[in-house]
């Protein structure tokens, strides 16, 4: 259980989350004393999670969009939710170190692409199937949906439910125990996590 982005006994704050399921989105506020958005969901209270002066949209009719003052979401039923806006950062001296890991998720209708950030030493896939939190924090994030284009976009971060991504693909990594820097200069490493495209990383420095 992690509490690095706890504010301990300070009252619930509200934050404004964006909320998917496989059939619906739901638009809203939560109450919250977590900063971080894995936590949000990964410390819910209880089986399904408060909406507050929620907006609920189907994806098969986007303009058909329902307004109420609460709406309770499932937990087991969430594929994934965003923060909109910034939440605080967590004390960098409570951190464990991790490292990013470019990965691919695909939870119908979705597919989303971005960074997992696993600990060190860790191979990419004993990271991402063997963390013990349900949701699993995702950075630099493309959210694509084929089915209903109008879903697609790009976000800083997201929690995803892991055990609902039917498939999962990581980056070929065959040094797990050192760090992408250690391989490659930070600049052409940043530029590889953040690229769109499907080529192929730059080879390192060391040939």
């Not at 692409?113 to 990271?127: A, E, K, M, V």
């Not at 994030?141 to 976009?153: D, M, P, S, T």
């Not at 039917?166 to 490493?189: H, K």
Request: charged share 25%; with cysteine.
């Amino acid at each position: 259980m992690s509490f690095e982005g706890f504010t301990g006994g300070a009252p619930p704050t509200s934050v404004e989350i964006d909320c998917y399921t496989d059939t619906y989105r739901v638009s809203g506020s939560v109450a919250t004393r977590f900063t971080r958005v894995g936590d949000i969901v990964n410390q819910a209270p209880a089986s399904h999670l408060a909406v507050e002066q929620a907006t609920i949209s189907e994806y098969g009719a986007p303009t058909a969009t329902i307004s109420a003052p609460q709406v309770l979401v499932s937990v087991d039923e969430i594929l994934f939710i965003v923060v909109r806006g910034t939440t605080a950062t967590s004390n960098p001296e409570m951190r464990i170190p991790k490292r990013g890991v470019k990965a691919q998720l695909a939870l119908p209708p979705f597919r989303l692409t971005g960074t997992i950030h696993i600990s060190l030493g860790s191979r990419p896939l004993d990271g991402l199937l063997n963390a013990s939190d349900r949701f699993l924090p995702m950075t630099d994030v493309e959210i694509g949906c084929a089915i209903h284009e109008e879903l697609n976009r790009t976000v800083d971060a997201i929690a995803v439910q892991r055990r609902r991504a039917q498939l999962l693909l990581v980056a070929d990594d065959e040094r797990p125990d050192e760090l992408l820097a250690d391989v490659l200069d930070e600049s052409t490493a940043q530029a590889w996590f953040r690229r769109r495209d499907r080529d192929a990383p730059p080879e390192s420095p060391e040939g």
